[in-house]
Antibody, heavy 120, light 108 residues
């Protein structure tokens, strides 16, 4: 079965760090464009970051310089390292797969989400 | 960055109704538009991609149309399981990918 399972969320103080994981099964993470998308409580969807199959990475302006997307091919897992966390980073974080391995397509597979709460 | 607007932001409808949601892009995006359905506490689910192509397993009462800047999602005969929030997303020019603000469909 093709699926994504996130983990690593939790409560963290402002200025702290957290690393989210997204374990894939049924397909190869490194062969696809993979994104992180977040949703603040009661709000809409916000794209956060993408890693291309070739390894290029891009970020939303709101997280640039603070978040780092990466993957471990041996573990078939996607990561999001979040540093200098702010209250406005509080959200459910989803990982998602671009349905075309060459990118430029919709997100067909989503994880169940992991909650990140930034609060003192 | 390409901006996406959706209308209405919410609507109330009854089972069996025909529902139409509109998405507008700030510049032409050809047919690089997707629609997602999200229920409370759940991840988004892809319904339509390439503006009008139904994702596998999605009921045929869902349809999409449009190209360029104006797009429509139509639910031909609303079912109880369709009460949810719907988002459009452009993937013509990224990063960043951009989502619309969402349209909540609830029970009248």
């Amino acid at each position: 079965e093709v699926q994504l399972v996130e983990s690593g969320g939790g409560l963290v103080q402002p200025g702290g760090s957290l690393r989210l994981s997204c374990a894939a099964s049924g397909f190869t993470v490194s062969s696809n464009y993979m994104s992180w998308v977040r949703q603040a409580p009661g709000k809409g969807l916000e794209w956060v970051s993408v890693i291309y199959s070739g390894g290029s990475t891009y970020y939303a302006d709101s997280v640039k310089g603070r978040f780092t997307i990466s993957r471990d091919n041996s573990k078939n897992t996607l990561y999001l390292q979040m540093n200098s966390l702010r209250a406005e980073d509080t959200a459910v974080y989803y990982c998602a797969r671009d349905m075309d391995s060459s990118g430029f397509d919709a997100f067909d597979i989503w994880g169940q989400g992991t909650m990140v709460t930034v609060s003192s | 960055a390409i901006r996406i607007t959706q209308s209405p932001s919410s609507l109330s409808a009854s089972t069996g109704d025909r529902v139409t949601i509109t998405c507008r892009a700030s510049q032409g995006i050809s047919s690089y538009l997707a629609w997602y359905q999200q229920k409370p506490g759940k991840a988004p689910k892809l319904l339509i991609y390439a503006a009008s192509t139904l994702q596998s397993g999605v009921p045929s009462r869902f349809s999409g149309s449009g190209s360029g800047t104006d797009f429509t999602l139509t639910i031909s005969c609303l079912q109880s399981e369709d009460f949810a929030t719907y988002y459009c997303q452009q993937y013509y020019s990224y990063p960043p990918f951009t989502f619309g603000p969402g349209t909540k469909v609830d029970i009248k």
